[in-house]
């Protein structure tokens, strides 16, 4: 009997996953514990081992395929003997030669009214208009779109009707070369422009005044002029949960202004006594512990919001934003409160190398319970960050500069650095927040208060 190899569900939140690489190939002995594939997640490329015996049989996705559902199945076990193995593809690896017709596509993202800044969909609809049926010839045809046009039925896409009304295209004059002859997209690229169906309000040469997300690439640039690039697992999760975490949350910053050069020559010291062990620690791992020391000192701050209640955390997890190909990462400095600075360091660049590979663990990037996002190297002097959920509160660092203060009734210079904290309101009120960067300040410009 066939035994089926299903994609793993390699973290909680996992809903799909890329199929990067086979490494094994059709009549191969398997047992447990061989890898047998790499399966790209929405954070990371993981290794995927063999839980049963047996020879590989089927290959039912091919590498490179997108969206795999977990618990889909990917490729089929059987015995020694059991059973003849399907026809190998022309390179003999028995893997399919076109497209996984095994995995469950997603259906394409229906167009918007309103507009909105994201051109995430466009991508989708574009590439999906008048090719469903060439892509899966056993799939059944859609049903055409019937319009009525100046007392006439036609048969024309949705997307073919919003482009002729915006280019003046007479869709009566066209002769549709999609499935049951319906008029398709490049139908009417290909026709002559005019003014007759333009958009009431839009400008001369076809640009409307509303621009739809679905089909902003092919309203306002030509084909020729862009490179689509197709989102990635971290790109497409990324979009999705900062999208949630921006409208559904109710959050508000709060922006201080800190003077570090006491945490500075503080650093410098502290790299110089460390020197001969290798120890470096940079102004960042600084404020990861600040951060989880000001946590400590006001509880109720370090918390998430439930359909439950208020998950108040017993320990400071702090995420730090890495900027990674395709995205961004939040590797997770864990019960930051208990270690030391050199600890810290470590970590931070054991973290950050493997992110960057995309070799984290789940449990590596997920639990944080506060974040902290690092922008001051580029040069930026303050900014404010989406909350990560369920976290209930970021920290937005800008560029250390030198600054003219007033101290004591007179002007002097001194090393400032803007910071913004973000807070959801529904666990971190106004007060709290102040209370936390109050502390945080005092960490930051007295370093030596870390130690007590």
Request: a neutral charge; one cysteine or more; hydrophobic letters at 40%.
């Amino acid at each position: 009997m066939p035994i089926p190899i299903t994609m793993p569900a390699l973290s909680p939140t996992m809903e799909e996953g890329n199929l990067a690489k086979w490494h094994v190939k059709v009549g191969d002995k398997v047992k447990p514990g061989d890898i047998i594939a790499e399966i790209e997640t929405d954070k990371a490329t993981m290794e995927v081992e063999a839980v049963d015996e047996g020879v590989v049989s089927k290959l039912l996705v091919a590498e490179g395929a997108q969206g795999v559902k977990v618990n889909a199945v990917i490729a089929e076990l059987t015995g020694e003997g059991e059973g003849p193995s399907p026809a190998k593809d022309a390179k003999g690896n028995g893997a399919p030669k076109a497209e996984p017709t095994k995995v469950e596509a997603k259906p394409a993202a229906a167009p918007v009214k309103a507009p909105a800044p994201s051109t995430a969909p466009a991508a989708t609809v574009v590439q999906s208009e008048g090719r469903s049926s060439e892509a899966h010839p056993g799939a059944p045809r859609p049903a055409p779109s019937v319009v009525a046009v100046s007392g006439q039925r036609i048969k024309a896409s949705p997307l073919a009707k919003r482009l002729a009304k915006t280019e003046g295209v007479d869709l009566l004059a066209l002769k549709g070369s999609g499935p049951y002859g319906r008029i398709i997209k490049s139908d009417v690229l290909k026709a002559p422009k005019g003014r007759a169906g333009q958009v009431p309000g839009a400008p001369q040469g076809g640009v409307p005044s509303l621009i739809e997300p679905a089909i902003l690439d092919e309203r306002v640039y030509h084909p020729d002029t862009f490179e689509l690039i197709p989102l990635d697992g971290v790109r497409k999760v990324t979009a999705k949960r900062l999208t949630q975490s921006f409208m559904q949350v109710p959050h508000f910053p709060l922006t201080i202004d800190l003077e570090i050069d006491h945490l500075l020559s503080a650093r410098v010291r502290i790299n110089e006594a460390g020197q001969a062990a290798g120890v470096k620690i940079s102004v960042n791992d600084m404020l990861i512990k600040a951060c989880a020391m000001a946590l400590m000192a006001q509880p109720d701050a370090n918390a998430s919001y439930t359909d439950k209640g208020v998950a108040l955390h017993k320990s400071a997890h702090v995420s730090v934003a890495v900027a990674i190909p395709g995205g961004l990462i939040t590797p997770v400095v864990r019960d930051a409160q208990t270690k030391g600075l050199a600890q810290i360091a470590a970590e931070m660049k054991d973290l950050a190398a493997r992110a960057r590979e995309r070799k984290l663990k789940p449990q590596e990037y997920m639990g944080g319970t506060f974040s902290i996002s690092n922008l001051g190297m580029f040069g930026i002097k303050d900014f404010a960050s989406i909350i990560n959920q369920p976290e209930g509160m970021i920290l937005s660092v800008g560029a250390g500069e030198k600054r003219p203060v007033v101290k004591d009734d007179k002007i002097v210079i001194a090393t400032m650095m803007s910071v913004t904290l973000t807070c959801d309101h529904r666990v971190v009120d106004g007060a709290t927040g102040a209370k936390w960067l109050a502390h945080f300040k005092q960490f930051v410009e007295t370093p030596e208060a870390m130690l007590l």
